[in-house]
């Protein structure tokens, strides 16, 4: 979708520090990081968020998830915080499907 952002970044038209990608699914920096590490892991096809999945989006969701923690451990973390805000109401902002991955020394002993 040409106006999603995310999708924009999928496309290179909008530049991301990518640590990850591959022909379903990319992983970049978060532009404005809550933790040390923090990731954005989203799938290629534009999917709006949790509450938007049906059943042609099983593969791709459990690929994606099934990603995270190689994701994570690529970049050191051996141990993780994966969130999915999901809608306004959930905090969710960026409407494209994204898990963050937290992680670091500055979120051991936070916990919800
Ligand atoms: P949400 O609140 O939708 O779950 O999270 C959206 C995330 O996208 C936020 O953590 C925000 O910092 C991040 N973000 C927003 N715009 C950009 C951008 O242009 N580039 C990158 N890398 N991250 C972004
Ligand atoms: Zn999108």
Redesign the pocket.
């Known amino acids: 979708m040409s106006n999603c ?1 995310f999708c924009n ?1 999928i496309a290179g038209d ?1 530049p ?1 520090s990518k640590v990850y990608e591959d022909d379903k699914i990319l992983a ?5 990081p809550k933790a040390e590490v923090h990731i ?1 892991v989203i799938p290629k096809k534009h999917i709006i968020s949790l509450a938007d999945l049906d059943e042609q989006d099983d593969a791709i969701s459990a690929y994606l998830l099934g990603k995270l923690a190689d994701i994570a451990r690529e970049q050191g973390l051996q141990g993780f915080r994966t969130i999915f ?1 999901t809608g306004k109401e959930g ?4 409407f494209h499907l ?1 898990a ?1 991955i937290l992680g670091g020394a500055s979120l051991a002993g936070i916990g919800f």
């Open positions: 952002l970044i909008i991301a970049f920096r978060d532009i404005n954005l805000n905090g969710q902002e960026v994204h963050h």
